[in-house]
């Protein structure tokens, strides 16, 4: 009997092509919007959140002044300098790596070629804190950075534009008005979360560029990077209450440096993001009960034709059962195809996107597995129900239904 | 508790006694049938006649096992039909009834074959059983040629014929016609006719027809008058009327 009604059923969706390909196109569109959307927003927060961490795991940000951004009350704090981050790592416990940085953004040449880049002086602490692994070459010693010597350590973006494909290390670069060798050159990183290019960077010895650059001894940024498992909390105000000290600050006056964790910058991304992927999620969920509510239409417009055909099944000895299991089986067929199609088309569109949108493309069980038993169980229930109503009537009336 | 009224007689394939049937309750209760006794044997043709709201196409409803009387008692090839479930009457039409209605009920965007073929399907037989006995049945009705064509592509009286093929490819013991001729123009319906006595007379299929035109009716070997619910007269043709 099975082999007979599957036979039935599936010679009913080949004989009806046209009512089966638009149920058969709700499922599929219901089911493409709502995981393509939902793999997007979580590549998308995937994305952020390894950016963050390409930042500096754990890492700390001193900085003079109030906040970052507009509206910053006191522009007029007074900078840090090395001996600052020295005070830091000899004062402060349980720290990985503690790296005064200074920037400047200087037009670099390499024979016939010049690119503008962002130039960083550090120590060699700068690249633990940040993350960075070398590709080529050898990092700064201490002699180099005691004496503030010539020497630099490339971005992947600067070596591509100003290099040929052999290896940079030992060629020299100029810069205003004096050379430096490349020692080293880091492997690339990618954008950060803010969308800047984070290879696009050479950095030098801090003493080279406070000397033959800014021509202070000003340091902005010190990078802080603390041991796995230490508290944040406490770290921050131990180095709070230093830089007090170091800066004089009375009980009554409010702190003129800020320090950051990049932890809670990761979290306020990820959170906004995620607020973007509920809302991504919400609109393909419209638009998945709109597919179901296009499949319901399909199905009961063809419950007056279909009514008659129960009505002769029934006339010629069908049992009501066989009937009824064969409209199941056309439904759960349809549906199942379509949601099939759907979870294909959706894989597709999520790797194309993904490419062009530059995301990582996350394949997530649990919403292809939500998505097609939702729009499954409307196909089925509005294929199945109508059918039930109709198989329950006495042949005749089924037969005399117009 | 009609059993009483029901004298046992041996060579009946079709036994009705006492039949009612009433729609709605109380008020509004209307009685289609009041007490219907008829007996049919193997083998005839019977043209049931009568004027609308006569009770002619609720008998034969019941005939047919696609109602059930509200009281009364019938005996299809001596097993009680009366007090059977919705699905052993399924199994009943299934094996021993075929039917042709007025409007032809073929399935759409189907072919003849397939059409042909439906009620084998409900049986289970072989896909070469149902293909030769599906073919066989059309070459009874002279439309071999068409096996492949829909409903659409056929003109009224080939979907007739292509009805009349699902009804007899089972070797039904009755057929059963509801106005086989309603539809058709009368040079088609004749051809129609035609072709049932055809089927009873070659055939041995019993054949039950539901018709108000006489000339219809005198293809029958017998006519049975239904008025207001009863059966008024019940006559061979041929008897003076």
Not at chain 1, 70 to 75: A, C, I, K, Q, Y
Not at chain 1, 141 to 167: D, M, P, Q, Y
Not at chain 1, 179 to 207: F, H, N, W, Y
Not at chain 1, 216 to 244: F, Y
Request: hydrophobic share 45%.
């Amino acid at each position: 009997m099975g082999w007979t009604i599957l036979l039935l059923a599936l010679r009913e969706i080949r004989r009806n092509l046209m009512r089966s390909f638009l149920t058969v196109l709700g499922i599929v569109i219901g089911v493409a919007a709502v995981v393509t959307m939902v793999t997007l927003g979580n590549g998308a927060t995937q994305s952020v959140s390894d950016q963050i961490s390409s930042l500096g795991s754990n890492l700390l940000m001193l900085r003079p002044g109030q906040r970052m951004g507009p509206g910053s009350g006191s522009l007029g704090a007074p900078s840090f300098k090395a001996e600052d981050a020295e005070a830091i790592r000899v004062q402060v416990s349980s720290l990985k790596a503690v790296a005064p940085t200074v920037n400047r953004t200087t037009v670099v040449v390499v024979g016939t070629k010049n690119w503008a880049t962002s130039i960083t002086g550090s120590n060699s602490d700068y690249f633990t804190a940040g993350n960075w692994t070398l590709e080529d070459g050898r990092l700064f010693n201490a002699t180099e950075e005691r004496a503030g010597k010539a020497v630099c350590i490339i971005g992947a973006t600067v070596r591509k534009e100003l290099f040929e494909a052999h290896s940079p290390v030992g060629d020299t670069m100029r810069i205003k008005q004096f050379s430096c060798e490349v020692i080293g050159v880091l492997a690339a990183k990618g954008q950060s979360a803010m969308g800047r290019d984070q290879d696009d960077t050479v950095v030098m010895p801090l003493r080279t560029v406070q000397r033959r650059l800014t021509g202070k001894q000003d340091v902005n940024t010190i990078l802080i990077s603390m041991q796995d498992g230490a508290s944040s909390e406490q770290v921050i105000n131990q180095i709070s209450l230093l830089m007090r000290e170091r800066r004089k600050l009375s009980d009554n006056e409010d702190d003129n440096f800020s320090v950051q964790d990049t932890k809670e910058i990761a979290k306020t991304l990820s959170g906004a993001i995620g607020t973007m992927t509920a809302l991504l999620g919400a609109v393909a969920a419209v638009s998945l009960l709109v597919g179901g509510i296009g499949i319901m239409n399909i199905m009961l417009v063809s419950v007056t034709e279909r009514t008659r055909e129960i009505g002769i099944r029934l006339a010629i000895g069908a049992l009501e059962k066989e009937v009824l299991m064969q409209f199941l089986t056309e439904a759960v067929v349809l549906s199942a195809f379509g949601g099939l199609v759907g979870l294909l088309l959706a894989a597709i569109a999520c790797y194309g996107l993904s490419i062009v949108l530059s995301l990582p493309f996350l394949f997530s069980p649990s919403i292809n597995l939500l998505a097609f038993g939702f729009s499954a169980a409307i196909g089925v229930i509005f294929g199945y129900v109508p059918a039930r109503r109709a198989a329950q009537l006495d042949p005749i009336e089924a037969l005399r239904h117009e | 508790m009609n059993d009483a009224a029901l004298t046992a007689e041996p060579d009946a394939l079709i036994q009705l006694a006492g039949i009612t049937k009433t729609y709605g309750h109380g008020q509004a209760a209307f009685q289609a049938l009041r007490g219907v006794d008829l007996s049919i044997r193997q083998g005839e043709f019977v043209a049931i006649m009568g004027p609308s709201g006569s009770g002619k196409s609720t008998a034969m409803n019941i005939l047919g096992c696609l109602d059930t009387p509200t009281s009364g008692a019938y005996l299809f090839n001596g097993v009680h039909v009366e007090s059977m479930s919705r699905d052993q009457r399924a199994l009943l039409r299934r094996n021993h009834l075929g039917f042709v209605f007025q409007g032809f009920n073929l399935l759409a965007r189907t072919s003849a074959q397939e059409n042909v073929e439906l009620p084998l399907l409900y049986r289970g037989e072989s896909a070469a059983a149902r293909h030769e006995m599906g073919m066989a049945a059309l070459r009874s009705v002279g439309l071999e040629a068409w096996a492949h064509h829909t409903s659409s592509e056929l003109s009224g009286g080939q979907q007739q014929r292509v009805a009349i093929a699902r009804a007899i490819v089972t070797n039904p013991k009755v057929l059963l016609a509801d106005e086989p001729t309603g539809n058709l123009d009368s040079k088609r319906g004749h051809e129609i006719m035609e072709l049932l006595v055809s089927m009873n007379r070659d055939h041995g299929i019993t054949i039950l027809m539901v018709t108000h035109e006489p000339d219809i009716a005198a293809y029958a070997k017998r006519v049975v008058h239904f008025v207001d619910g009863q059966i008024a007269h019940d006559r061979q043709n041929g008897e003076a009327a």
